[in-house]
């Protein structure tokens, strides 16, 4: 058994609450692989901003459970090392999907965990919850629910349509499951084709995507005054990154993800969680891409990681300056 507070690891109660107070949102970034831990970890502290490494069941498996646990101590340390004196990061279970997932992570040193019950029937979505918050209460590691679908894929979570959030159900949820926050779906997707061109409007030769349903998202805060709000399926799938990497041999059709200026909107609400992956991967291919078409001869994964390293440390500050609006939120 491992106790995150032993990593230097933290919780999201209190950096919820500021946030929530403060009209912004914490970046929960997931991460498989050193070069997007290192690039968290230095945006993160060129900010000052606390942030949320998260992983999924998937990405568990891809990295080796006991591996990703050294690597977020390491992510602390790495902070302290590049002059940050107090860190504020986040060890988080993305999607867990059992009582028994979710217990592994915290037994490892995980600082927070989400179960996913939402495609469970509304009572055993309540009790799954409630047993997992029982269990990380006891070590004081906060728990994030879910309420309503998201569509896309997400490791090995699929859901072919999305399934609004109904704000009559959150208080009941909230009250009973004990959660310390609850994701909602408002029209975000997980991936890189959140939509289809047919359900866009074309402006300008651009395609602009449905708004998010700011109007349940406001019902929702009305009914739960300051309870934490987390949204998943955030990335916004930047153009450049897609006609880099069609532009040097991929094949990305339609990718379309949230415009940013609606999650800087929805960052100042009780939005106080916005998760991005796509959005890193997309970084991450296209400078690979880009750096092996201009130097065939190259075949030291040093030689295109490091730009790619560079090129996700680029997003993730963008992300936190411009959209989140986290910068300058450590405690001290
Ligand atoms: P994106 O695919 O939009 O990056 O969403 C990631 C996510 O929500 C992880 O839970």
Request: proline share 5%.
């Amino acid at each position: 058994m491992v106790n995150y507070k032993d990593l230097g690891l933290v919780n999201t109660r209190e950096m919820f609450k500021r946030a929530v107070a403060g009209g912004y949102a914490i970046p929960a970034f997931n991460f498989n692989t050193m070069e997007q831990m290192q690039a968290i970890v230095m945006a993160a502290v060129e900010t000052k901003s606390p942030v949320i490494m998260q992983v999924s069941k998937g990405a568990r498996n891809y990295a080796n459970a006991t591996i990703l646990r050294y690597m977020a101590e390491g992510a602390v340390a790495y902070a302290k090392e590049l002059g940050c004196a107090h860190p504020e990061i986040v060890l988080h279970l993305d999607h867990g999907d059992s009582f028994e997932l979710c217990k592994d992570c915290i037994d490892m040193g995980f600082s927070s965990v989400m179960i996913d019950g939402s495609h469970l029937p509304y009572e055993e979505n309540v009790a799954l919850a409630k047993k997992v918050v029982e269990y990380a209460h006891q070590f004081d590691v906060t728990v994030e629910a879910e309420l309503g679908v998201l569509a896309g894929v997400e490791d090995e979570v699929s859901a072919a349509e999305s399934h609004y959030t109904k704000p009559e159900e959150v208080i009941d949820f909230a009250t009973r499951t004990g959660c310390d926050s609850l994701a909602i779906s408002i029209g975000t997707s997980h991936g890189a084709h959140k939509f289809t061109p047919e359900q866009c409007t074309l402006v300008n030769g651009v395609l602009v995507p449905p708004p998010l349903a700011f109007d349940i998202l406001h019902e929702i805060e009305k009914k739960l005054p300051g309870f934490p709000i987390v949204l998943h399926g955030s990335s916004s799938v930047p153009m450049d990154e897609v006609n880099t990497i069609n532009q040097y041999g991929g094949k990305l059709e339609a990718a379309i993800g949230i415009p940013e200026e609606q999650l800087r909107e929805a960052s100042k609400s009780a939005v106080c969680k916005i998760n991005i992956d796509s959005d890193s991967r997309l970084a991450m291919t296209a400078a690979i891409r880009k750096h092996l078409a201009e130097h065939p001869g190259d075949f030291d994964p040093r030689q295109y990681l490091k730009p790619a390293r560079e090129n996700m440390k680029k997003m993730y500050i963008h992300k936190i300056v411009n959209v989140l609006g986290s910068d300058g939120k450590l405690a001290q």
